[in-house]
């Protein structure tokens, strides 16, 4: 079993950065893939980022490309979210995941096991 809690969002300045953190519970996070994903308001759920368990693979939806950076730290028991150029449309609520299985990239929800509560990254123009 694992709790995320992410932590990191609040209001910023089109063209600002933000560090999302989530941080896990449980005695395993090593074995979890990770990803990030966002909800806005009337919008459904948009992936942005994955990381395999080992941290050796990434992949980035090419709305957030060159822009955000996905990392984790296994003995920090924490994944980042890396956010920077932030438009107005990146305002929404963000998520992290976690699925165990094998090390792999997972960019869909479904797969994923775990979720965090959202922090909500506001960017004004």
């Known amino acids: 079993q694992v709790q995320l809690v992410e932590s990191g969002g609040g209001l910023v300045q089109a063209g600002g950065s933000l560090r999302l953190s989530c941080a896990a519970s449980g005695r395993t996070f090593d074995t979890y893939n990770m990803g990030w994903f966002r909800q806005a308001p009337g919008k459904g759920r948009e992936f942005l980022a994955a990381i395999t368990w080992r941290g050796d693979s990434t992949e980035y939806a090419d709305s957030v490309e060159g822009r955000f950076t996905i990392d984790k730290d296994n003995t920090q028991k924490k994944a980042y979210l890396q956010m920077n150029s932030l438009k107005p449309e990146d305002t929404a609520v963000y998520y992290c995941?976690?699925?165990?299985?094998?090390?792999?990239?997972?960019?869909?929800?479904?797969?994923?096991?775990?979720w965090g509560q959202g922090t909500q990254v506001t960017v004004s123009s």
């Open positions: 995941a976690a699925s165990g299985g094998p090390s792999r990239l997972i960019v869909a929800a479904a797969p994923y096991d775990y």
